[in-house]
């Protein structure tokens, strides 16, 4: 038992005070040439592995405690974030509403709702904005123009938006898909454009969800601005491939119906895929058709609002803008003042074929884009007294 013992005790000194093998077992000429400039240095110290482990998990500990600190804090900043143009901000879905067959108006509620309707107040006081809606999954955003706040209650910070569902469309599928109570996020306001303060005579082109912008102009126009000089004019011509899409709706200005195979429509409009379980499917009027009714009610004689149906073969041609366009361009001024020539400003909004159908597509120049020049159906007619911009 003692020779056993006694063999154990060598066996373990041998193990812990085991020097580099430096004869026969060397396994390679770099492992050789490394022991030698060892031993030509001094001998390899050995690492104290208690305190290594120590300042290891100290070390841990620390980064960890930062990564969660950091974690913590940004999550909180964007759950109490307002809505802001660089940073993405929550909001949630409240209601959504069919407004037609293809489109619906959603209604989001943000987590700060004085700081968001206050920002959004002095948007509306500027004319046309927007804010980008996220699609989280493929991480893309998408432009969306809100609605009046004309059934949100004074300071909720609620943002309303017509969306088509556009069979192809990842942000409009993404959409339609949530359930009430989902989180969806936006980064904004853009302004799209700044309406004139001057401007008293304005024409509206817009096609298909193209009249969220004409709704924003009337809000500025009607509502947002002190004390005009003159009782402005809003001229609004609404067309949409579908009845459907303006269901209920009576021009004010009789239209110049035509034929027309060659339409924009034909070769640029993009069909909206059907929702199903419309919310008033024995609706005679729609939301929108509502919406605009009620706007012209506030403003009688100074909106006129004029709808086109591709389904009954009636569109904005050359002949229909010449109604508007040939008109005497007199501001109703207030009665301290007299009469006098006003400004005219033209806006078209809409999807992209039918907005080069009317006025020329735009172009990119260093990545930005750009007005580019006037084409399409108003550069035949050259209303060269006329500001045009194309949304």
């Known amino acids: 038992m003692q020779h056993l013992r006694r063999e154990h005790t060598l066996l373990a000194n041998n193990f812990t005070r085991r020097k580099i093998p430096t004869g026969q077992n060397r396994k390679s000429p770099f492992v050789q040439k490394f022991i030698s400039s060892s031993s030509a240095r001094g001998s390899i110290k050995t690492p104290n ?23 913590d804090s940004s999550k909180f900043e964007f759950h109490k974030s307002p809505l802001h143009p660089d940073t993405f901000a929550q909001f949630t879905l409240v209601s959504r509403e069919a407004a037609s067959p293809t489109s619906a108006i959603f ?15 002095d948007a509306w006081k500027k004319g046309v904005w927007s804010v980008q809606v996220k699609q989280p999954q493929l991480q893309i955003a998408r432009s969306y123009t809100p609605l009046p706040p004309i059934q949100a209650p004074e300071g909720s910070g609620n943002l309303r938006f017509l969306v088509r569902w556009e069979p192809q469309g990842e942000v409009s599928t993404y959409l339609h898909k949530l359930p009430l109570g989902a989180t969806v996020e936006l980064r904004g306001p853009h302004i799209e ?8 005579d304005v024409l509206f082109i817009a096609g298909g969800t193209g009249i ?58 993009s069909k909206g895929q059907p929702i199903k379980n419309q919310d008033n499917p024995g609706l005679s009027r729609s939301i929108l058709v509502q919406e605009l009714e009620a706007l012209k009610e506030r403003n009688k004689g100074n909106i006129t609002i004029d709808y086109f149906c591709d ?16 008109k005497p361009r007199i501001s109703r001024a207030r009665p301290t003042q007299d009469y006098s020539i006003g400004k005219r400003l033209i806006l078209i909004s809409g999807p992209e074929g039918f907005v080069h159908y009317h006025a020329g597509p735009k172009t990119w120049v260093g990545g930005q884009e750009l007005q580019g020049p006037l084409g399409g159906t108003l550069r035949e007619l050259d209303p060269s007294d006329c500001m045009i911009w194309k949304l």
């Open 107 to 121: 209604t989001l509620e943000p987590t700060l709702p004085e700081e968001c309707s206050k920002i959004c107040a």
């Open 49 to 71: 592995v208690s305190k290594l482990r120590l300042v290891i998990g100290a070390a841990a500990t620390v980064l960890g405690t930062a990564i969660g600190l950091t974690y």
């Open 193 to 200: 454009y700044t309406v004139p303060d001057d401007v008293d």
């Open 311 to 326: 389904e009954e073969e009636s569109y904005i041609t050359q002949d229909v803008l010449k109604q508007y366009l040939g």
């Open 212 to 269: 969220a912008p004409a709704l924003q102009v009337a809000c500025n126009l009607f509502e947002n601005r002190q004390s005009p000089a003159s009782i402005p004019r809003l001229r609004i011509l609404w067309a949409n491939r579908r009845r459907g899409d303006s269901l209920g709706g009576t021009s004010d200005t009789p239209p110049a119906y035509s034929k027309n195979p060659r339409h924009w429509s034909n070769f640029f409009y």
